[in-house]
């Protein structure tokens, strides 16, 4: 039984990485109706941002907020330089856009800060939280950050007019300009938040997993995983979905005899599968009706 | 056809060129195989430069800058190297497209240090088939050591299993009740190593009580470690990568999970593991070197070191010292370097292997002090000592003696 | 987050390609198979090598073509196929001592099924999910292929070797030649093969699905059966391609594999052109040749190199080499009139 709790602890643990990660994979679907496959690598080259800031003396909280300011300009200047001119071309070609674009960020971290991996600081401490040595405080820490940016989310696309009018541009395009919208400028901003939300992953991620240029490698695999779970319209259901992916690995690498440890992402995996077959917009999305 | 044809028309043009260059006397010794010739060695290499193991195409950098060093210094004989190295992505049907690309089309004399089991068992049997020396090959797997079958691939550094009897031994002397748990990675290197704890334990394998394997792929190894920890065992052992090793060592802190904590060589390196990981979380912490380490201050005044450090400012200036790659390609390249200059006049083939097989008591700058490369004409593992080592403050502390890890005791 | 149901009118996810448009013209094939022929006369034994890995990937590309260009699916698990392929192979030569070549059809067939039992659930499933559904098909493969109890037949980490055939019959050539020749036959086959397909009924239906499927539905196509079974087909093509490369490179191991694969076919039939076939060559040399050259350019940064020259190609042609063979149909239609 103690193995249990513990092992659902873990989960949880190590599901706020995934659910902070998912909420940065909807955030750019909200605002591009398509995963980004470079998005693990933005939030990654935030985050050695962040580091060489620090390491050139600025104190945590200021390299955390200039961070998110130079990843929301960054995140914009990819959208106007890189992907404005595909706007009209086949989202198939905008796919392979994103993953031209993870080789390039990928290859210049790797240059100009090596591979080595680096220690990164976090501001909530390491010891163990209320007594529990299976979540340390800068876990609870990252589970507070990651509510928190999921209330911010929320009232920011309910109640604020950018965000109803960054999300009547995704899902009617046509209405919305009708209407005023820029929706070009929309999708913009969308890239401009979605980098900033996976820079402040990156940073809430980089003291558990070591910072080095293919940190965010596996983690993106879950975050999309988390999101897709979830549902990809709604940011409650991407942050249940870190959680649910995280504890139920852990189960299954556990539990499940034989095969349960060397396959417990395909089980994971396998498991969402199944998931989105009963309900194809993900546990907590809008259903899509189409129209013929 | 075609290509015994080109092949001969090689053979026959260098040898017109050797006749050419060189009058009468020196004509006797000077024999040569292709991408050999007076002023010229080609030699080829695959390294990851791109992909999930990028981070050993250090490894690739360092021995280009170490042949850039000996070719400034007039080169080998007389002769300049030149080191072309290809990028594979850790894929094996990429390595073989580059090392045939090495051997039919930049014609080298031989393929030195490429990087991975996989991709250097995809490309094995074509160089052996061909007859080209797959010399010093980056990888710890047991089977480079086999004269017999593959007498054209030599392995370098030492085997993982090797290294993982030494900790048997030493477990089974001086923690004799001990109940060992084991993380390790599931590839070959994990498995290889795996291997070598059990036979090294051998009757007494039942000593280890819990084993849990995990992927690169993920983020995280939180979970392998509370799991390892119910099982209660007093020993833990850590076949993982640099990442994977510093993730454990933090984890087990922040748990205060105490066993006794052994880490595999591949990650024991103090800039790139311990240091990340945090000294006060490291103390005590067992492992085996055959290297130096270059973020140890005790080598400081270290003539081998300094060498190194003196070659680093010079020729590889963006190189950082801290990580343990640098220093394997500054050991594995001086051996090359050793290799070609023992063969003087005559670089054929056959020749480089004869002379890779004949080393003795050779003692690249970066090694251990007392720890020597050996190799005859059956034994193809070069180093196969260790010695073993504590952590301390904040550097390693050797103990005991140097240990030959070979497989037949 | 309400439970407000959204009603969109989707545009395909895959523009549609009129089906005349997806093959090249007679006289152009001709070219193009002559050049194929002749060209391995003539260069080393390594580019021979290179010019069999060009045809495998090529087969590869095609077979996702047929399955994105065709039906409408998008897939990022071709890696799957390739493996189970080429481990089929590999297995049935090295263990049973099955001759090669018939080696190549079982694979095939193997990765049919596999392929239409994948498109069952696949079915229920469009867009960004059915991309995650085979992603994780793909990044679950390798971890299959490592374990255990496979362990005995796959070689596990290790991989397995595989012996290379020599030409049948005497037949002065190189093994390399002789691979091509082989691997040659195979792909024009497959090609002529594909292109009846989608000309046929089948193909029709195909891409009726992807233009818009409630039409299609409503026309009386059974959906399903044609969603799946384009997935077999592509699966069963791309199984095929990984046996011919296990043979080529002699070597299969998990890490060949990888979600890195995947990703590279996919590329590979953006850059040929999504549903246009002839392209997939080109997608395949893409595969090939682009990392070389950007590994050429700077080898610290082989990476990004690679990246911005993908870049480049799709700022300049979106739609890929289709584009330009279009481009190029117009400037010849031009010169003929005047």
Known sequence: MELFTNQILAGISTGAIYACMALAVVMIYQAIEHLNFAQGEMAMFSTFISWQLMQWGVPYWAAFVLTLGISFAGGIAIERLLFKPLAKAPILTNVAGFIALYAILNSFAGLIWDFTIKQYPTPFGSSPFLGSQLISTHQAGMIGVTVLLLVLLYLFFQFTRVGLAMRAAASVPESARLVGINTSWMIALGWGMAAAIGSIAGMMIAPVVFLEPNMMLGVLIYGFAAAVLGGLTSPFGAVIGGFLVGIFENLAGTYIPGVGNELKLPIALALIITVLVVKPAGLFGRPIVKRV | ?409 | MSAVQETVTEAPAVEAVPKRAMTLGAGSSLVMLALLILVPLFVKNFIIFQLTMLLIYGLAVLALNILTGGSGQFSLGQSAFYAVGAYTSAILIEHVGMNYALTLPIAGVVCFGFGFLFGQPALRLSGVYLALATFALATAMPQLLKLGVFETWTGGVQGLVVTKPDAPFGLPMSQDMWLYYFTLVITVAIYIFSVNLLKSRSGRAFMAIRDNEIAASAMGIDVALYKTLAFGVSAGITGVAGGLGAIAVQFVAPDGYTITLAISLFLGMVVGGVGWLPGSIVGSAFIIFVPNIAEGISKGLSGAVFGVLLFLIIFLVPHGARQIAMIAQQLLGKLKKS
């Not at chain 2, 950098?61 to 210094?73: G, L, M, R, S």
């Not at chain 2, 052992?237 to 060592?249: H, N």
């Not at chain 2, 970066?366 to 504590?390: E, S, V, Y």
Request: with cysteine.
């Open chain 2, 1 to 409: 056809m075609r290509s015994r044809l080109n092949l001969l028309i090689a053979a026959f043009s260098t040898t017109v060129i050797a006749f050419a260059a060189t009058t009468g006397s020196a004509l006797a010794q000077k024999k040569y195989d292709t991408g050999a010739a007076d002023t010229e060695i080609r030699i080829g290499n695959i390294m990851p430069y791109s992909g999930p193991a990028s981070a050993y195409g250090v490894i690739g950098k360092t021995e280009a800058a170490y042949f850039n060093k000996i070719n400034a210094e007039g080169g080998i004989n007389g002769r300049k190297i030149n080191f072309i190295s290809y990028d594979d992505g850790y894929s094996p049907p990429k390595a073989v497209e580059q090392a045939r690309k090495l051997v039919e089309s930049d014609e080298v004399l031989l393929v030195f240090n490429p990087l991975g089991t996989p991709s250097n068992s995809a490309i094995q049997k074509y160089l052996n088939a061909r007859k080209v020396p797959q010399l010093f090959v980056a990888t710890g797997a047991t089977k480079w050591n086999d004269p017999k079958d593959f007498p054209w691939t030599m392995g370098w550094q030492p085997g993982y299993q090797s290294e993982a009897r030494i900790y048997a031994k030493y477990l089974m002397r001086e923690k004799p009740d001990a109940k060992i748990s084991v993380l390790y990675q599931n590839d070959d290197f994990g498995k290889d190593y795996l291997k070598g704890l059990k036979d090294g334990l051998g009757a007494k394998a039942s000593m280890i009580v819990a084993e849990e394997s995990y992927e690169t792929s993920e983020p995280t190894i939180d979970n392998h470690i509370v799991k390892l920890r119910a099982s209660g065992a007093d020993v833990f052992i850590s076949i993982t990568t640099p990442k994977f090793a510093a993730q454990a060592i933090k984890k087990m802190a922040e748990i205060e999970w105490k066993p006794l904590h052994i880490v595999s060589n591949v990650s024991a390196s103090v800039g790139g593991v311990i240091k990340p990981a945090g000294f006060e979380n490291s103390q005590g912490i067992l492992s085996a070197a055959y290297a130096k380490d270059g973020a140890d201050p005790q080598w400081d005044n270290d003539p081998g070191m300094k060498k190194f450090l003196a070659f680093l400012a010079k020729y590889d200036a963006d190189a950082n010292k801290l990580d343990g790659s640098v220093v394997y390609g500054y050991g594995a390249a001086q051996t090359m370097v050793k290799v070609l200059e023992l063969c003087g006049d005559n670089l054929t083939r056959e020749n480089v292997m004869k002379q890779a097989a004949s080393l003795k008591d050779f003692a690249p700058d970066t090694l251990l002090p007392g720890i020597k490369i050996n190799t005859t004409p059956t034994d193809f593992a070069p180093i196969n000592q260790l010695q073993m080592m504590r952590f301390k403050g904040e550097k390693w502390e050797l103990f005991g003696d140097i240990i030959s890890g070979e497989l037949s005791n």
